[in-house]
């Protein structure tokens, strides 16, 4: 094991404030409230054929992968010194980010007892803890991982992996594996090695699969004179790195596509139409960033049509501003719509979800918890929608029923819905989740220099 080992400050869940009973005892009163009103709500839906238990018993199923960069603004604990450069930006100075391994996982933890489910972190590379030593990229191994794995282990936590290709002197120039130095792009392609053996130690350390996702910042920001070679070298290097069988109960792969990036507006190497080809020919999955494309296009029409010829995908569920902006999800037309073709095609059970932003404008565990609790309430917004009814008039021809029905939707009694879910599976009803999170702040954040 390296030097950092787990201490019991933070390995078991020692440090959650409140657990369901807790909570419940405190607040009698809304328990009560929360109750009368879910059944009412009930009621309601069950008149449109809806039936929320079930609705609640498939959500809390639902497992949500929230990326570990959100903590301390990707900053990682390389201790490097580098630019994040890869087309990545982040803004503000909010106090109390996480700077050590212990205060992140702590954070973490406490941004999970606030969001209701079982849900996992999503790691990138350069969170390795080496023990204060230099190691390379290239040379990562599972043991500069063994903390978070005893974590993730004793929290009952699923582990997802990433490459990280940028903050680093052999992608400052904005290449990586497409790069036309062949000594530069083996410095890449071993590091994708690694990491795929390091997401394989931890499906085998946790027996819940890791997903390691690939995305490189590669790209120019000005036309190319040839946009074939860089493509080709891609092609090459990938299959290098995926060359390697892994049993997938321990690790599947995934590669991310970009529309544009800043210092890569005008090319990407690694297009949506590159990654898709490459996805379908190789038999990996492919990552939909809901920032990753025009800021007109959105995601969730792809879903369908994706899927029809892969077996699984992965969502990294963002909210763009104009531009690949990484805001913290919020509840709009854009992530309900992705949750509803995941619902109305059934496809949860093939679709691994993940989150991706990171704002260091406001409290960054408030971050977390505000956009996972997003994600899973459009989820359940679309669970409970009148689906059958919506596909019977359709299959009529009666789009008039079909217009009607879903903006009348709109009005169904969903807040007391989500709210018995919160209270049901131990999470703070409403906003009183907040009140948690100040107090965090007031007691261990604001001790941060």
Not at 30 to 57: F, I, P, S
């Amino acid at each position: 094991m390296v030097e950092g080992a787990p201490t019991a400050a933070y390995h078991g869940r020692a440090e959650n404030p409140l657990t369901i009973s807790d909570r419940q005892r405190h607040m009698p009163n809304q328990v009560k409230k929360t109750e009368q009103a879910y059944r009412l709500a009930r009621e309601r839906y069950a008149e449109l054929g809806v039936d929320t238990d079930r609705a609640l018993k498939e959500l809390g199923s639902v497992s949500i992968s929230l990326h570990c960069w959100q903590g301390d603004d990707v900053g990682g604990f390389e201790n490097l010194g580098q630019e994040l450069g890869g087309g990545l930006a982040v803004t503000g100075n909010y106090p109390g980010k996480a700077r050590t391994p212990d205060e992140l996982r702590s954070d973490f933890i406490k941004a999970v007892s606030l969001i209701p489910g079982r849900h996992r972190l999503n790691l990138h590379a350069c969170y390795a803890e080496t023990g204060g030593r230099k190691v390379e990229r290239d040379e990562l191994r599972p043991e500069h991982f063994t903390n978070w794995m005893a974590w993730a282990g004793s929290n009952r936590l699923g582990l997802d992996f990433n490459q990280t290709y940028f903050a680093h002197p052999k992608a400052a120039d904005g290449m990586t594996l497409s790069h036309p130095d062949s000594g530069i792009r083996r410095f890449w392609i071993e590091h994708g090695i690694r990491c795929r053996e390091i997401g394989a130690a931890f499906g085998k350390a946790l027996g819940k699969s890791c997903l390691t996702n690939l995305w490189i910042p590669d790209g120019m920001k000005d036309n190319p004179a040839d946009r074939k070679a860089p493509r080709e070298r891609l092609v090459e290097a990938l299959d290098d790195v995926f060359r390697k069988k892994i049993d997938p109960k321990l690790n599947v792969d995934s590669v991310e596509g970009k529309l544009f990036g800043i210092g890569s507006e005008s090319y990407v190497v690694g297009s949506h139409e590159f990654y898709l080809g490459y996805a379908v020919s190789r038999k990996k999955l492919i990552c939909l960033d809901a920032g990753h494309y025009h800021p007109t296009e959105g995601i969730a029409d792809k879903i369908s049509s994706v899927l029809l010829y892969l077996p699984e995908i992965a969502l990294h569920v963002s909210r763009g501003v104009r531009w690949d902006s990484d805001h913290v999800v919020t509840f709009t037309d854009d992530l309900v719509a992705i949750a509803q073709e995941l619902v109305r095609g059934a496809y949860l059970g093939r679709v691994r979800i993940g989150l991706d932003y990171f704002d260091a404008s406001i409290n960054r565990v408030a971050a977390w918890v505000i956009g996972a609790r997003n994600m899973l309430k459009a989820l359940l917004w679309a669970m409970v929608e009148p689906s059958d009814r919506l596909r019977r008039v359709e299959a009529e021809g009666d789009y008039t029923s079909r217009l009607a029905l879903q903006e009348e939707s709109r009005s169904l009694p969903f807040g007391p819905v989500w709210d018995f879910h919160c209270l049901s599976s131990g999470a703070p009803v409403g906003e009183s989740w907040l009140t948690e999170v100040k107090t965090y702040e007031r007691h261990v954040l604001s001790k941060r220099g």
